[in-house]
Nanobody, 124 residues
Framework: QVQLVESGGELVEAGGSLRLSCAAS????????LGWFRQAPGKEREIVAT????????YYADSVKGRFIISRDNAKNTVYLQMNSLKPEDTAVYYC?????????????????WGQGTQVSVAS
């Protein structure tokens, strides 16, 4: 099993920045890809970004490309999501997820492990 714990969500003004953290523990050797998803009220959970646990391959949703950066610190078993130029439409619960898979990573069903989520609210 892999345990994921997110932190860093809070209320911020539009145009501001936040950094989310996701600390992984347990059988982290089984992780190949980590992803950040988000879910706004009344909407489906959507992919934000993905990162290979080893290597540098990343993916960003078009809606966040150029504003968000996903990164990791392997020594700390932690993945980060730096969010810049935040917009009200970025308001959502953000979830960290992990999977041993490398394909079709934009789908939530491809992830085996999930954190509890952290709320990000962007005020206009």
């Amino acid at each position: 099993q892999v345990q994921l714990v997110e932190s860093g969500g809070e209320l911020v003004e539009a145009g501001g920045s936040l950094r989310l953290s996701c600390a992984a523990s347990g059988r982290t050797f089984s992780i190949v890809t980590l992803g950040w998803f988000r879910q706004a009220p009344g909407k489906e959970r959507e992919i934000v970004a993905t990162l290979r646990w080893s290597g540098s391959r990343t993916y960003y949703a078009d809606s966040v490309k150029g504003r968000f950066i996903i990164s990791r610190d392997n020594a700390k078993n932690t993945v980060y999501l730096q969010m810049n130029s935040l917009k009200p439409e970025d308001t959502a619960v953000y979830y960290c997820a992990a999977t041993p898979r490398v394909y079709d990573l934009q789908y939530a069903g491809r992830y085996d492990y999930w954190g509890q989520g952290t709320q990000v609210s962007v005020a206009s």
